[in-house]
Structure formats: structure tokens, C-alpha cells
């Protein structure tokens, strides 16, 4: 039996297509630049100013670079969290110990991952953080989240709703991935800000 798409996840689908089509096109010297300024966007938050721990992640290809992100933080006296990828897509967590404690790992046909190379801390350390910095693809003006579409940070969110956590919500994006709407499903947890590298937006 031919099972029908879901609409939203067919707009989803080529939303993704699209977005990641336009990052494909940058150059290395945009990436680059694009995170100097993004660090230091972010870093005038006040809510990473006041931050014990941060849950974060390391960009890879032509993702909004956090490299630099990460060091300040880690700089500034936070501890700051980095995802690893398990086999059912959920995320344990390890703690950020500098560039050089990250190890390249492939998961299957999925892209090449940075990790951090340390003792595993288990998937609700991200429980702990006062901030979570949330990659994605997009975001709109009701501060809804396009990811990518491998659900691990929709796990995320259920943690922290689930055990009442609630650490503020950052995305990072490039400025054009702020648009007026993306497609949404009612599981969808809006965040609180988006930070590109010209500047901060918040949500209500």
C-alpha cells in the first residue's frame, strides 16, 4: 500500500533542498568571515554572558562556523556541551575541551561529524545547560525552526520539556534563513533567538 507524503514534510523537504543548495554556493572565505561575525553577535547575548554551561555544537561544511563561538565561551569560564550522534539519531554529550579534542567520526552514508573526543556524559546532560545553541536551516518570524530533518534535536527539545528544563533557545543562521514562514508541524518547539552575523532577532 502507497502510504500518502505528509504535506508539511514535502514543503519541508524542499525548503531543505533549497537552503541547502545556497549554502553549497559559498565560498570558504564567506564561511570564515561569516563566523567572526556570528561569534561576536552571539557573544553580546546576555544569556551566553551569564551562562554556566552551553550546550553547543560544532559546525561542519558550510554550516554557520561556531569554532570560534565555542573558544570564547569556553574563554569566558563556561562549560560548554558538544553532541555525539547514537545509532538511533539521539545525542549523548560530551564536554568541549579545545579543537584539538575533537575527533572526526562518519556515521553510515551520513556526513563526516566533529565530536568531542572525552567521557561520555549520556543524553540529559543537555538537561544542564542554560543555553542551547540549536543548528538548522531556517527560521521564521514565529521563531519556528527548520532543521535538517534527522529528528535529534526534536529529541532534545522533548528531553528538556519532559524533565522541565528550560534553557534558552538560540539558533545560528546566515542572515538570508530568516524568513517570513517556514512549514510547521505542532510538535514544533520555537526558540527564543536567532543570531546571524549581522545582528540578534528575538521571538515573543
Not at 514535502?10 to 554556493?25: E, P, Q
Not at 539521539?90 to 579534542?101: T, V
Request: glycine share 10%.
Amino acid at each position: 500500500m502507497r502510504h500518502e507524503e505528509d504535506p508539511n514534510e514535502h514543503d519541508k523537504r524542499i525548503w531543505r533542498r533549497d537552503l541547502l543548495a545556497v549554502r553549497n554556493g559559498l565560498t570558504g572565505d564567506d564561511v570564515r568571515e561569516s563566523a567572526v561575525a556570528l561569534a561576536r553577535q552571539a557573544l553580546g547575548l546576555p544569556e551566553l554572558a551569564h551562562a554556566r554551561t552551553v550546550a553547543a555544537y560544532v559546525s561542519v561544511g558550510s554550516e554557520p562556523g561556531t569554532l570560534a563561538l565555542l573558544d570564547a565561551l569556553r574563554a569566558r569560564g563556561a562549560r560548554v556541551l558538544l553532541p555525539a550522534l547514537l545509532p538511533d539519531n539521539n545525542l549523548d554529550w560530551g564536554a568541549y575541551e579545545g579543537e584539538e579534542s575533537l575527533v572526526r567520526v562518519r556515521r553510515g552514508a551520513k556526513m563526516a561529524l566533529l565530536e568531542p573526543a572525552g567521557p561520555r556524559l549520556g543524553p540529559d546532560a543537555v538537561t544542564e545547560a542554560d543555553v542551547v545553541l540549536l543548528p538548522g536551516l531556517a527560521v521564521d518570524a514565529r521563531g519556528t525552526r527548520l532543521g535538517r530533518g534527522g529528528g535529534s534535536y526534536d529529541r532534545v527539545l522533548a528531553r528538556l520539556d519532559r524533565t522541565g528544563a528550560r534553557p534558552a533557545l538560540v539558533v545560528l543562521l546566515y542572515d538570508a534563513e530568516v524568513v517570513p514562514r517556514v512549514p510547521a508541524e505542532p510538535h514544533d518547539r520555537p526558540v527564543h533567538a536567532v543570531v546571524t552575523p549581522s545582528g540578534v532577532r528575538r521571538f515573543g
